[in-house]
């Protein structure tokens, strides 16, 4: 959907961009991310903690003239209460996604499908208060490097 200022900025070429001191790609660009799955999921306050992450972490990410819509999938986080047995492998958390760039007229230029994992002690003590929440931004924050390795900053 185009705005008025990118329509006169087109029309000008590129000058109206400095008489309103917004670039061409303000219209288009940015980060959009879609937790909706998680919401059904049913996590509930977690599913807004990992839209603000991920936006956080993202920010700036892209190219130039599309906006990069990401999509969170499904995550994973098994029961932890400390001491990874060896046999096991240890515990992990896992999280899924798909990155797309969008262009300005709603092309999908590229997408990416995002399979990150973490190790579920990376939130820290696992007694210690937060730790959950710890624990999910860190998983938040490995998928988030994987989208930008993929998208390639």
């Given at each position: 959907?185009?705005?008025r200022?990118?329509?006169?900025?087109?029309?000008?070429?590129?000058?109206?961009?400095?008489?309103?001191?917004v670039?061409?790609?303000a219209?288009a660009?940015?980060v959009?991310?879609?937790?909706s799955?998680?919401?059904?999921?049913?996590?509930g306050?977690?599913?807004?903690?990992?839209?603000?992450?991920?936006?956080?972490?993202?920010?700036?990410?892209g190219?130039?003239?599309?906006?990069?819509?990401?999509?969170?999938?499904r995550?994973?986080?098994?029961?932890?209460?400390?001491g990874?047995?060896?046999?096991?492998?240890?515990?992990?958390?896992g999280?899924?996604?798909?990155?797309?760039?969008?262009?300005?007229?709603?092309?999908?230029?590229?997408?990416?499908?995002?399979?990150?994992?973490?190790?579920?002690?990376?939130?820290?003590?696992?007694?210690?208060?937060?730790?959950?929440?710890?624990?999910?931004?860190?998983?938040?924050?490995?998928?988030?490097?994987?989208?930008?390795?993929?998208?390639?900053?």
């Amino acid at each position: 959907m185009l705005n008025r200022r990118a329509v006169l900025a087109a029309a000008l070429g590129g000058t109206a961009s400095a008489l309103f001191a917004v670039p061409v790609q303000a219209a288009a660009g940015g980060v959009r991310v879609d937790v909706s799955r998680l919401v059904q999921q049913g996590w509930g306050p977690n599913a807004a903690l990992v839209k603000a992450e991920l936006e956080r972490e993202l920010a700036g990410s892209g190219r130039a003239g599309s906006t990069l819509v990401v999509s969170v999938l499904r995550i994973n986080m098994p029961s932890y209460s400390g001491g990874d047995a060896e046999e096991t492998g240890g515990t992990t958390d896992g999280m899924e996604s798909e990155a797309r760039l969008i262009a300005a007229d709603g092309r999908v230029l590229a997408s990416y499908p995002i399979v990150s994992s973490s190790s579920a002690s990376s939130g820290g003590a696992w007694f210690e208060p937060g730790f959950d929440t710890r624990r999910l931004a860190a998983l938040v924050r490995t998928n988030a490097a994987w989208i930008r390795r993929y998208v390639g900053e």
